[in-house]
């Protein structure tokens, strides 16, 4: 069993709670670093173009990565982040390699390690663009929820006392481990909703061509921005550089055809995944084989007339797998076994 419990320690663990192993931060090709906050680096990957790397084992603000993509109209940033510190820190970056107006700030979905740090785009009036249905999901899943995070973690524990095995009660301590990060995050975040709506686009800055083009999959909100002429894709949570997909909000089936997608890029390409390292088509195929397991597991159970929730705790970590990090079993794997089952009927 390839079992990482996540345990949060009060609010101090809140803070600064290592969400990822750092290991997965170590991967990946190496480039110059214009500007290192400790939880956060941003390297420069192409001309014109850079990417930030989140540390999460040193703090919270950024947690997932983002970037800045530069020409002699201005620039436009990439994620919202966790917290305000983290956009803080792509408008600190812009300002440092680009001497023209901040034109936008993209989120790359709904989800609030995404988007949580977004008024400080808002504080210095700067566009949030984001999925027409981003600020819809956040009022949904955030907004609508504060005051009543606990609901959670009394559905995990309420599991907790069915659990038929051993198996299933450990899977589920550490969905329950989980639970109150993302309780406190919602409580005490100050959310920003999107001001401005976009599924394609193409966007000129200088010379250089930014498309922005709606690839749901990871969630109903992902946008994919890419620099054709520099071979970088911003992906956003469509790969996640070492790990299990985190899938709760997910279309497996949609999310694989994404993948699909990348794996036709050229072997040069470079994917600033929405965590993890920087990496090649070669993670990117490896991510996908992820998919493919979890889906022949599913068939495999349902061919049997496994429940699935029995189906959710049955699966085994393949070898291959073995160093893929797994953030809670409920959000990865469990979630991933069961919108396979709800796809494939």
């Not at 699909?260 to 072997?267: I, Y």
């Not at 061919?303 to 393949?318: L, S």
Request: glycine content about 8%; proline content about 5%.
């Amino acid at each position: 069993m390839n079992r990482r419990a996540f345990v949060v320690k009060g609010a101090a663990a809140v803070a600064g709670v290592a969400l990822f192993r750092g290991s997965v931060f170590g991967r990946g090709l190496q480039d110059t670093v214009v500007l290192d906050k400790g939880f956060a680096k941003v390297i420069q990957i192409a001309e014109g173009v850079w990417a930030t790397i989140a540390d999460p084992s040193k703090g919270p603000q950024c947690v997932s990565n983002g970037g800045v993509i530069t020409g002699e109209g201005g620039a436009i940033l990439f994620e919202g982040h966790m917290q305000p510190a983290g956009a803080a820190l792509e408008i600190e970056a812009a300002k440092l390699v680009s001497k023209g107006p901040i034109r936008a700030a993209f989120n790359s979905h709904f989800h609030y390690d995404h988007t949580f740090g977004n008024s400080a785009y808002a504080d210095q009036r700067i566009s949030i663009v984001a999925h027409p249905d981003t600020p819809k999901m956040m009022r949904e899943q955030y907004i609508a929820i504060k005051g009543k995070t606990g609901v959670k973690a009394a559905a995990i524990e309420k599991q907790m006392a069915s659990a038929t095995s051993d198996l299933e009660r450990a899977h589920l301590e550490a969905d329950l481990a989980a639970a109150p990060l993302l309780a406190t995050t919602i409580e005490e975040a100050t959310i920003t909703l999107p001001t401005d709506a976009m599924t394609r686009e193409r966007i000129q800055i200088g010379g250089l061509v930014v498309a922005i083009d709606a690839k749901p999959g990871h969630t109903p909100t992902d946008l994919v921005v890419s620099v054709p002429e520099r071979a970088v894709i911003f992906t956003g949570d469509l790969v996640q550089h070492g790990m299990y997909p985190v899938a709760i909000d997910a279309n497996m089936t949609a999310w694989r055809k994404v993948l699909d997608e990348f794996l036709k890029e050229p072997v040069s390409t470079r994917f600033v995944p929405g965590h993890g390292s920087v990496c090649g088509v070669k993670e990117v195929r490896a991510f996908a084989d992820v998919f493919d397991d979890l889906r022949e597991h599913a068939e495999t159970m349902m061919k049997a007339g496994v429940p699935v929730r029995e189906a959710q705790h049955r699966y085994v970590v393949p070898a291959r797998f073995k160093d893929r990090y797994v953030y809670s079993w409920g959000f990865t794997i469990g979630a991933s076994v069961a919108k396979y089952y709800e796809e494939l009927k």
